[in-house]
């Protein structure tokens, strides 16, 4: 039986993620892209030891009204929306709302693009390695938001890297990238931060914080805005 672990924060998950995405073959060039705010530690760690630059993938979840945790469906740059297949069938009323949901949930995707990528142009994914990292996947939704705007954005090939993930998230997001890397797939996953000892809850600007010290090159790339009270 494969012994599962805790990880003690995101840093240290993404320390171990980097260790097996190291012993990959990986194409060249590389571009490492967190999903806010959770994967941005993690994903700082792999681009760090990959020796990449890093940036967001911005991805938002739809969640259930009155149960916001849990995943309806999730949506990401480039009009990227993805639908939990259940709705239909077994929900119906909010099947009529999910257009509302999704519209409240692209506006705060517009604007994170703004705080975390301020005064920088668009992705720039064609003929990349794109690695898509989170810090856990529960239905995979947001993820695989994830994985289509990559595609549609011309990457090379998709990596979708996660410290954990329930057994349904990654077969979904193995269905559609071109490989994956999670280091545990336990049986029973409630919620991601049960696999953590520290899971506190970020803000944009630890997201920010993260992203300048990625950036602080000689070749330096404008720091995002921190959000105004």
Do not use: H
């Not at 797939?185 to 300048?212: H, K």
């Amino acid at each position: 039986m494969v012994s599962l672990r805790v990880f003690t924060d995101r840093s240290a998950a993404g320390i171990l993620l980097a260790r097996d995405l190291q012993r990959r073959l990986l194409q060249v060039p590389l571009l490492v892209l967190g999903l806010p705010r959770g994967g941005v530690p993690v994903a700082y760690e792999v681009a760090r030891a990959l020796n990449a630059p890093l940036d967001v993938m911005l991805v938002r979840k739809i969640g259930m009204p009155g149960q916001p945790e849990l995943a309806v469906g999730a949506i990401a740059s480039g009009n990227i929306v993805v639908r939990e297949p259940r709705i239909e069938q077994e929900m119906p009323e909010l099947a009529k709302t999910f257009g509302r949901l999704a519209e409240d949930q692209r506006r705060e995707l517009e604007r994170r693009e703004r705080v975390y990528r301020a005064g920088l142009p668009p992705l720039e994914l064609k003929g990349k390695t794109v690695i898509l990292v989170d810090d856990g996947l529960a239905t995979g939704s947001t993820m695989l938001a994830a994985v289509r705007a990559a595609r549609a954005g011309g990457a090379g090939a998709i990596v979708v890297a996660a410290p954990v993930a329930s057994s349904q998230a990654a077969q979904l997001v193995r269905a559609e990238a071109d490989s994956t890397v999670i280091l545990q797939t336990p049986a029973m996953l409630f919620a991601i931060g049960e696999w953590y000892q520290n899971f506190e809850q970020l803000e944009d600007s630890e997201v920010c914080r993260l992203l300048e010290l990625a950036r602080s090159t000689p070749a330096a790339l404008p720091a995002c805005e921190t959000r105004r009270k």
